[in-house]
Nanobody, 124 residues
Framework: EVQLVESGGGLVQAGGSLKLSCVVT????????IGWFRQAPGRIREGVAC????????HYADSAKGRFTISSDLAKKTVYLEMRSLKPEDTAVYSC?????????????????WGQGIQVTVSS
């Protein structure tokens, strides 16, 4: 069974850092695109970053460029999202997801499997 489980969320002050983890089981991580998405109350879900492990490429939304870093550890079957210089606007439920196409995309409808989501709150 495919499972994606996020961890590492919580409360952080503006300007601080947080590192999220997504442990992926039941699929070959190196053949899937793994994306991070977020959804704040009253807003649509938006893509934050993705990593295509076969091509060893990363892609970021404009809001994440320069502040967030996505990476993977294939041996640990884990994808990370390091977030720096956090802003209150980053507050949202963050979810990781897997896309079988294997190319870069931040469109949520492309993704096949989803984690349960984890809360990130940035205070000011």
């Amino acid at each position: 069974e495919v499972q994606l489980v996020e961890s590492g969320g919580g409360l952080v002050q503006a300007g601080g850092s947080l590192k999220l983890s997504c442990v992926v089981t039941g699929l070959s991580l190196d053949h899937y695109t793994i994306g991070w998405f977020r959804q704040a109350p009253g807003r649509i879900r938006e893509g934050v970053a993705c990593i295509t492990n076969r091509a060893e490429s990363t892609h970021y939304a404009d809001s994440a460029k320069g502040r967030f870093t996505i990476s993977s550890d294939l041996a640990k079957k884990t994808v990370y999202l390091e977030m720096r210089s956090l802003k209150p606007e980053d507050t949202a439920v963050y979810s990781c997801a897997a896309f079988s196409g294997g190319w870069a995309t931040l469109f949520s409808l492309d993704y096949d499997e989803w984690g349960q989501g984890i809360q990130v709150t940035v205070s000011s």
